[in-house]
């Protein structure tokens, strides 16, 4: 079963026509077998290699376990606001301590750790842009990086806090970046495998199409990258 966050039913996107919508305020509904979170960051939706990617890599996870469920965070239409004074004040104010005010703009953040501790499985759709990832899954790292909830620092080091996940990121680009002369202009991997491993999270597996920009990979970049990836039950 899939769930789309969206704002409304009607506003289920072509890209997701087989996912079901839920309003951000509805919670998933009871999950069996294994919890399924993806986040998309391309806004290219049906054109996109990373979109195309990860949901190849749930198909093969739900195959794997049949009648696990998908929650979809599309931050292309349901963005993260990037990081201002309210923000960082509400994160560093006690829940109990927050006023209206601070308990709104602590919100979003709330919202997207919850649907992370609620996975068992995080598939992350990461587009390769101008070497990095794209602004919207930068804002989306910047709500679930909270100290004394994600993370905490500890006599002996930081410490993560959210542990036991698997994660998948569905990278796309349209260089080759894994190896070669441009392997050093790739800030996706390193980066996220950094910061999700800095949380707790430290399976990782990066699964790339590439090449897309290439006539003679192009075609199977995507199907290449999925024959890559084995899912263990």
């Not at 392997?183 to 996220?192: E, Q």
Request: net charge negative.
């Amino acid at each position: 079963m899939y769930v789309h966050l969206c704002a409304s039913y009607a506003q289920r996107p072509q890209h997701l026509a087989n996912i079901t919508c839920i309003s951000p305020a509805t919670r998933p509904l009871p999950f069996s077998l294994v919890n399924i979170l993806s986040i998309i960051s391309s806004p290219r939706k049906g054109a996109s290699a990373s979109i195309q990617l990860a949901n190849g890599i749930i198909d093969k996870l739900q195959a794997a376990h049949p009648g696990s469920n998908v929650v979809v965070h599309d931050l292309a239409t349901h963005p993260f606001p990037h990081l201002e004074e309210a923000k960082l004040q509400s994160f560093f104010t006690p829940a109990e301590a927050r006023t209206p005010e601070q308990q709104e703009a602590a919100k979003h953040s709330d919202d997207a750790i919850q649907e992370i501790k609620d996975a068992d499985v995080i598939v992350i759709g990461a587009p390769l842009y101008n070497f990095g990832i794209p602004s919207t899954l930068k804002a989306w790292v910047d709500h679930i990086a909270r100290a004394g909830i994600t993370f905490r620092y500890t006599a002996t080091g930081p410490e993560g806090l959210i542990t036991g996940k698997k994660v998948y990121v569905a990278m796309s680009s349209g260089g080759i970046y894994s190896e070669g002369p441009s392997a050093g202009y790739d800030f996706v991997a390193p980066y996220l495998k950094a910061v999700l491993g800095f949380l707790g999270m430290t399976d990782v597996t990066v699964v790339r199409a590439e090449g897309l920009a290439i006539p003679d990979l192009q075609a199977t970049a995507v199907q290449k990258g999925l024959d890559s990836v084995t899912i263990t039950a």
